[in-house]
């Protein structure tokens, strides 16, 4: 059976990067944001939103998901309403992706929210990974071109790496790429994988 390595971090520490090193050393990778991202456009999940928030996170016919994250950003109840849209499409397709692995003795699951959203209930093993506050900060400005302010708000919604680290069996230290990658290493051989 396929186990599930479940990995998240705060936003910018470099969960993604991370997730990158575990693939070039041949583990498949699935991407939650991403999937939620594109799951987000299709037919059945776009009725079901128009159903809960209306026409007018609309443009079109088109999904505004910049008007949409502004309405649930602020909102607990409707980001509750988006999640329970949002979650079990998620669980439905990683369902159908994780069939096709089976050849694969670990998956790694990234996800953002692994603890908010409750996934973390079905990962076999929880990597967390972990950069100082202030270059997560920079990181995620330069790459979205944001503000600090903005990054400040996002980084306050989420659970805090104390919180996160507790539950997980392996932290990654992200604060550069030579410290982030002998920590993958490291777990590949505790994990037998290399
Ligand atoms: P989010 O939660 O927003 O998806 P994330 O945790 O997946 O973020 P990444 O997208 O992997 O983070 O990294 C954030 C930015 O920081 C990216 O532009 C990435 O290239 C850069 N970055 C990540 N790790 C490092 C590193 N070790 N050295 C330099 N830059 C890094």
């Given at each position: 059976m396929t186990k599930i390595i479940g990995l998240t971090g705060g936003i910018g520490s470099g969960k993604t990067t991370v997730a990158n090193h575990f693939r070039v050393a041949g583990i498949p990778v699935y991407i939650a944001d991403d999937e939620?991202?594109?799951?987000?456009?299709?037919?059945?999940?776009?009725?079901?939103?128009?159903?809960?928030?209306?026409?007018?996170?609309?443009d079109n016919g088109i999904l505004n998901r910049e008007k949409l994250s502004g309405i649930v950003f602020n909102d607990p109840e409707?980001?509750?309403?988006?999640?329970?849209?949002?979650h079990p499409a998620v669980k439905k397709h990683f369902s159908s992706w994780i069939l096709n692995q089976k050849n694969a003795p670990y998956i790694i699951y990234e996800a953002a929210i692994l603890f908010e959203s409750g996934s973390y209930k079905d990962c076999d093993i929880i990597i967390t990974v972990t950069a100082p506050l202030e270059l997560r900060i920079q990181r995620v400005i330069q790459r979205d071109k944001t503000t600090r302010e903005n990054v400040l708000s996002r980084?306050?919604?989420?659970?805090?790496?104390?919180?996160?680290?507790?539950?997980?069996?392996?932290?990654?230290?992200?604060?550069?790429?030579e410290i982030a990658k002998s920590a993958v290493d490291k777990i590949l051989k505790i994990l037998k994988i290399q």
């Open positions: 939620a991202r594109k799951i987000m456009q299709s037919d059945e999940i776009n009725a079901e939103i128009k159903k809960k928030f209306g026409d007018t996170v609309f409707k980001l509750k309403l988006l999640n329970a849209i949002i980084i306050n919604m989420q659970w805090n790496d104390e919180k996160r680290i507790d539950k997980s069996d392996f932290v990654i230290e992200n604060d550069t790429t």
